[in-house]
């Protein structure tokens, strides 16, 4: 495979659910994002690593958790999330510094119930 | 102020037309811009980077004036299929832990009609 891929492209959860969303960049990169984009709003950036360090948290709940076990992979675990977390959740890569721009996957379409 | 700006629209026109889409920025250190292109329920996709004063790409030009922080998409000839968000996008190369990232602005709708 190549570039960035997420999974799974569409979940439906409840509110007491726990579920995880993956990420797996094929590039070489060495940062990787989440962001969040809710219905005809602009991307929120949610959390950055750098060599599989979290450099930034932009005030995201604690019922979002991410992890990032090496550069190639990251993770978003969810759990009591709110209707309102209803969302695309997306996910980017780029060499450190983003000095060439972000390669994005496709995203998650997330539903809360 | 907000890091990047730009108009919302939507800019609605005929296909054939000429259409720009003017974009500002606040941080002098930016190193690097682009264009993105989202479509509708869709991940953004890059469609134009500038790291000098400009770039062409068949009916795409952007152009950079770092003097007075602005960035510019002119889209020649509109198809129906430039219906699109298009995301001004600058590089910052220093971020709250001294690591750089992309700062997103809100888009500007663009609907090419027949």
Not at chain 1, 85 to 92: I, N
Request: with cysteine; proline share 5%; charged share 20%.
């Amino acid at each position: 495979e190549t570039g960035v891929t997420q999974t799974p492209r569409h979940l439906v959860m409840g509110m007491t659910n726990k579920k995880s969303l993956k990420c797996e960049q094929h590039l070489g990169h060495n940062a990787m994002y989440w962001y969040k984009q809710s219905a005809k709003k602009p991307l929120e950036l949610m959390f950055v690593y750098n060599f599989k360090e979290q450099t930034e948290n932009n005030s995201v709940p604690s019922r979002f958790s991410p992890e990032c076990p090496n550069s190639s992979h990251l993770f978003l675990h969810l759990h009591t999330l709110q209707p309102e977390d209803s969302a695309l959740y997306l996910c980017a890569s780029s060499q450190q510094g983003a000095f060439y721009g972000y390669t994005f996957g496709s995203g998650t379409r997330l539903t809360v119930v | 102020r907000k890091e990047v700006e730009q108009d919302p629209g939507p800019f609605n026109v005929p296909e054939g037309a000429t259409v720009a889409f003017n974009c500002t920025y606040s941080n002098s250190a930016s190193q690097s811009f682009f264009w993105y292109r989202q479509d509708c329920r869709k991940e953004p996709k890059l469609l134009m980077s500038v790291y000098s004063s400009g770039n062409e790409d068949g009916r795409f030009t952007a152009q950079l004036n770092r003097a007075s922080q602005y960035i510019s998409l002119l889209i020649r000839d509109s198809k129906l299929s430039d219906s699109a968000t298009y995301l001004c996008v600058v590089n910052n190369p220093r971020g709250s832990s001294n690591t750089g990232k992309l700062i997103f602005g809100q888009g500007t709708t663009l609907q090419v009609k027949p």
